[in-house]
């Protein structure tokens, strides 16, 4: 095994573009988004929904959504996919930022027999860690602080 002495950064292929992520705090007048920032922020999200379709397989149903925050500067992505076996048949909804990855809430659904059992948790920026009871909790605080909903 050879050391270089310092990690490989990961670099994009020559015909490839870097995703541009959106300027934190411009906003129009209103506060809202500016136009370049909703667009970014929609390729960026549509870009890692198509890169995660490649990598997982078997999901019967699949959809995203997404929202820029420009008080924050956060592009935020909401994936949600459905598995059905014979056995089991579960749904699960995940947020993440769409340009750095980092994971703000999770919920899943999984139906056994007929008996449902569902967990999961929401992490609002720089809040503590609120666990969701149900789905409709889920869907309540992601559209209160990410405004995402399915």
């Not at 007048?29 to 390729?43: F, M, V």
């Not at 500067?73 to 749904?91: H, K, N, P, W």
């Not at 967990?119 to 789905?135: L, M, N, V």
Request: hydrophobic share 30%.
């Amino acid at each position: 095994m050879c050391y270089l002495g310092h990690p490989a950064k990961i670099q994009n292929l020559p015909n490839e573009t870097a995703p541009v992520k959106p300027q934190t705090h411009e906003a129009d007048a209103q506060g809202r988004a500016t136009l370049s920032q909703q667009k970014s922020c929609s390729e960026q999200s549509k870009q890692n929904f198509n890169n995660w379709k490649k990598e997982v397989t078997g999901n019967t149903l699949e959809s995203y959504t997404n929202h820029y925050d420009p008080t924050t500067g956060i592009c935020y992505l909401e994936i949600s996919f459905m598995r059905a076996t014979d056995s089991l048949v579960r749904q699960t909804f995940f947020i993440q930022d769409a340009f750095e990855s980092r994971s703000y809430g999770y919920f899943t659904i999984n139906i056994v027999n007929d008996i449902s059992y569902a967990s999961g948790f929401i992490e609002p920026p720089d809040q503590p860690k609120i666990k969701c009871k149900s789905y409709e909790q889920f869907n309540e605080l992601a559209l209160k602080y990410f405004g995402t909903t399915p």
